[in-house]
């Protein structure tokens, strides 16, 4: 094979594959061969232009995937056929300078630490993790962003106590992924989940979840207003942050991983800041993977959590455009890309 594939972002909404020779890769690099890439709410966000402006267009996207080494660079923490998980959470918080590659056309395309919609990435080292033996690839994938994300924020950050009542908002890969990690806490009586998708509430009535809110209860029963001792919100919807702001009592907080769109800002009242009430934000579940990715694989495996949950089918590369479409329509809750 003398080529390998990506899938680009060219400009705002316009993604095409293409076909890159390979060449010798930079120092701290390493070739990956992917099995597996998930589909998360920050490339929809990147590819429909809501980050702002992407001066790096066009480059190549993607932060979550299961592969192999191919090539470990003479590295000492990686060899030859090393079954990994690739993440935008990063071993160390340093980024290792981004680099330029050619298709085949001679086009010249920009990568940064890491991209995974492809059938081979060339990523930093500081965004790879040994893969658990008994972890399927397929399930692997999701240890690179929904699951770290969404499971840290409740074991690494979340501090619960017996009685706490908690407000989950969304049920998309992070949200679902803290809904599990709930579970395994065993607080599915003490959860209400705020989610309006059929699918989604489904799903979460399957794993032992029975309170439900929808948008409009929220806004119109004052029962809800500092009701909660502790709010996950996942959604990225700025005016559902609010609300959720506005539900938690005065000594409570509220913990948000979300990307809301860029220059959209989310109003609080400062007398409840006065009050006690405190925000706070989520970068990766505060998950150190070396140590989070078998701990978390330990625990879906010792409560038997179900990860195909996530899953209700599987997308070719040429079709990421689809997925993307899929998730933004609620369609899907993790697309998952199979190379």
């Not at 400009?11 to 076909?19: A, E, M, P, S």
């Not at 061969?33 to 966000?45: D, E, T, W």
């Not at 994300?149 to 407000?167: A, C, E, S, W």
């Not at 925000?279 to 195909?308: E, H, Q, T, V």
Request: with cysteine; charged share 30%.
């Amino acid at each position: 094979m003398k080529y390998f594939q990506q899938a680009i972002l060219e400009k705002k909404n316009l993604i095409k594959v293409r076909n890159f020779p390979f060449t010798k890769i930079g120092k701290k690099k390493i070739l990956v061969k992917i099995f597996y890439s998930g589909v998360c709410k920050s490339q929809l966000m990147e590819a429909s232009g809501f980050r702002g402006r992407d001066k790096w267009l066009p480059h190549g996207f993607g932060h979550e995937a299961s592969g192999i080494v191919v090539d470990s660079n003479q590295s000492k923490k990686f060899k030859k056929n090393d079954k990994v998980i690739c993440s935008w959470i990063r071993r160390e918080n340093k980024k290792i300078s981004g680099f330029v590659l050619q298709d085949k056309l001679g086009v010249k395309i920009n990568f940064g630490d890491i991209a995974t919609f492809g059938n081979y990435a060339v990523i930093s080292e500081n965004c790879i993790y040994k893969k658990p033996k008994d972890l399927e690839m397929k399930k692997a994938a999701l240890f690179g962003c929904a699951i770290p994300t969404g499971m840290g924020m409740v074991f690494n950050q979340l501090k619960l106590k017996r009685k706490d009542k908690v407000l989950l908002v969304g049920l998309g890969g992070v949200g679902l992924s803290s809904m599990l990690a709930l579970k395994i806490k065993k607080f599915q009586d003490q959860v209400f989940i705020l989610e309006n998708n059929r699918l989604k509430i489904k799903i979460a009535r399957k794993e032992g979840f029975f309170n439900f809110i929808n948008t409009k209860d929220i806004l119109k029963n004052k029962k809800y207003k500092n009701f909660f001792d502790k709010c996950v919100e996942t959604s990225g919807n700025n005016k559902l942050i609010e609300i959720a702001f506005d539900a938690i009592k005065n000594n409570g907080y509220l913990l948000f991983s979300s990307h809301p769109e860029n220059k959209k800002y989310i109003k609080l009242n400062p007398h409840d800041l006065i009050k006690g009430k405190k925000i706070l934000g989520s970068w990766g579940g505060n998950c150190k993977l070396d140590r989070d990715i078998p701990k978390f694989n330990f625990l879906i495996k010792k409560n038997k959590i179900n990860l195909n949950i996530f899953f209700k089918k599987n997308y070719k590369l040429c079709d990421i455009s689809k997925a993307l479409d899929d998730l933004k329509n609620n369609n899907a809750i993790r697309p998952i890309i199979k190379i």
